[in-house]
């Protein structure tokens, strides 16, 4: 039987067409398109009815396969949303979370309500781009929206809603907001009131899994298509690839590694300590009753946008040039602390990367292939600090740690990870928040018995490829240095 998902990453999306024969997924890429968000003045938009324009060259492009799909997922980058109005029209292109917009916002909020408050509550870590200082800044420069606001619908949620006619909210992905209440299991009211937000926008929401409508009318005529049934999938892509960890203990360590790099263990309920919230983890909903206790690491994002700023002077680099312009660089030269806040706006990655080293008293890379170099080297070596930290919050060791999404394709990425962990690495799949989608569609049509039996044929579908730790005394005393020159701070907000 075959399922259809949409998977939309914050660079790029795809359609991929999944079918599964007996025990095993053949999974095809049917359409892939780029998604660039869109500079507007000095707003940072997303360009939401081409990604819908996109949705739809899915639709049209899975018509043209031998088989049509059963049903259809679709799952996104978290916490950006979209605003519509009474009669169900949308009022505003979503921000970017990347939007300047939210700077200070979350400081701001700390003054009304504590952070402990905040975070018992929620769970979630704090990341200035969360929905909750997003929806505060809205409030500031465009009050309007919030006065003539009728819904409040997260973007795969929007999606859905232009596919099916359907308003509801999915789990996972609404979690990511830091206005939900896992413990009460919805929307937290309070937070609300405290930060005069309309609770009426918010829909009831929905758990992965649950059927969420069926192609309405309007898409079914105009692409020739019959009503194909719609779920609410794990929404949140991470929470899809966290889905798709071929793991075969209960107890296991990830990373999702893409745009953003997201650590941590699946865990029954969450952890809602103060140690956690001094490390700034998060509790982010998973399937089936799962919580996802993690960390963001800025991750692959600061490669892409340094890879941007070279083509902005000219110079057109493929990543698979980059990363052998960095192996062929002396290794340990300099380090960042990835998860610095001023690598998280876009803008001129390399001028960023030599003014952090110029200020930690290291020498500042000058070439591509020396800023390449540190930044992997940086992210290896965070992860075996979040590694370290997921360990001690959860009180599990882990034997290694599974690698999913595009990221893996980066194989010195892979390699230094378990030479900085000193455990074995294991990657794949590539297309995890893709499978993982895909899993929810087929437990919920009753073709796959639950998420380990999914687990299982994913992990006999697509290549886990082990990388096993060497150079581990170096890599250790790097961790050292590494440790020191980001200034040994392990409680990073
Ligand atoms: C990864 C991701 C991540 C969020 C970020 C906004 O795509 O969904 O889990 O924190 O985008």
């Known amino acids: 039987m075959s399922v259809l998902a949409f998977d939309l ?43 819908y324009h996109e ?97 409040f619908l997260m973007i795969p949620d929007l999606l859905r809603y232009f596919l099916t006619g359907e308003m509801v909210s999915e789990f996972t992905n609404a979690t990511t907001t830091q206005l939900y209440n896992p413990v ?49 999938v794990a929404e949140h892509d991470t929470a899809s690839a966290v889905a798709a960890v071929p793991a075969l203990e209960r107890s296991f360590a990830y990373l999702s590694c893409g745009t953003w790099s997201l650590m941590g263990t699946e865990v029954e309920r969450p952890v809602l300590t103060e140690r956690a919230r001094e490390l700034n983890f998060t509790n982010e909903g998973g399937v089936y009753g799962t919580f996802r206790l993690l960390k963001n690491i800025m991750g692959l994002w600061i490669l892409q946008e340094a890879k941007r700023s070279w083509e902005l002077e000219g110079v057109l680099y493929s990543y698979s040039e980059l990363v052998m312009m960095a192996e062929a660089e002396p290794a340990f030269a300099c380090f960042i602390d990835p998860d610095d806040p001023v690598f998280l706006p876009a803008g001129d990655m390399p ?76 990657a794949g799949p590539a297309e995890g928040s893709a499978a993982g989608n895909m899993a929810v569609q087929w437990i919920s049509l009753g073709e796959l018995s639950d998420i380990w039996e999914a687990r299982a044929v994913i992990r006999d579908s697509f290549e886990v490829r082990v990388y096993e730790p060497a150079d581990v005394p170096l890599w250790e005393e790097a961790y050292g240095l590494f440790k020191q020159r980001t200034g040994g701070n392990t409680i990073q907000q």
């Not at 660079?11 to 991929?16: E, F």
């Not at 952090?356 to 591509?368: D, E, I, L, M, V």
């Open 55 to 151: 949705i739809k060259q899915g639709l049209l492009r899975a018509k043209g396969e031998q088989e049509l799909p059963a049903s259809i997922g679709v799952d996104s980058w978290a916490v950006d949303f979209g605003l519509l109005d009474a009669r169900g029209e949308l009022l505003m292109n979503p921000y970017h979370y990347r939007d300047p917009a939210t700077e200070g916002v979350m400081e701001r909020v700390f003054r009304e309500i504590p952070p402990a408050e905040i975070f018992s509550r929620t769970g979630i870590q704090f990341l200035p781009f969360n929905s909750i200082y997003q929806l505060v800044s809205i409030q500031q420069l465009r009050p309007f929206l919030l006065q003539e606001a009728g819904s």
């Open 184 to 232: 009460a299991r919805g929307w937290d009211d309070e937070l609300l009131r405290k930060l005069h937000l309309p609770s009426n926008i918010f829909q009831s929401v929905l758990q992965p899994g649950t059927m969420a409508g069926k192609l309405r009318e309007s898409v079914t005529g105009e692409l020739g298509l019959p009503s194909i049934p719609v779920y609410a």
């Open 351 to 426: 001028k960023r990367i030599r003014e952090y080293a110029a200020r930690t008293n290291q020498k500042p890379p000058q070439t591509p292939g020396a800023i390449v170099r540190c930044i992997m080297e940086s992210l290896a070596l965070r992860y075996r600090q979040v590694l370290e930290l997921t360990e001690a919050l959860s009180g599990q060791a882990f034997k290694g740690l599974h690698m999913v999404g595009g990221g893996i394709h980066n194989e010195s990425l892979c390699q230094w990870t378990a030479n900085a962990i000193g455990k074995p690495v294991w």
């Open 9 to 51: 990453g914050a660079s790029s999306g795809r359609a991929m067409l999944g079918r599964l024969n007996s025990r095993t997924i053949e999974m095809k890429e049917i359409h892939r398109f780029p998604n660039d968000p869109v500079r507007v003045g000095d707003r940072f938009q997303w360009d939401i009815l081409r990604l």
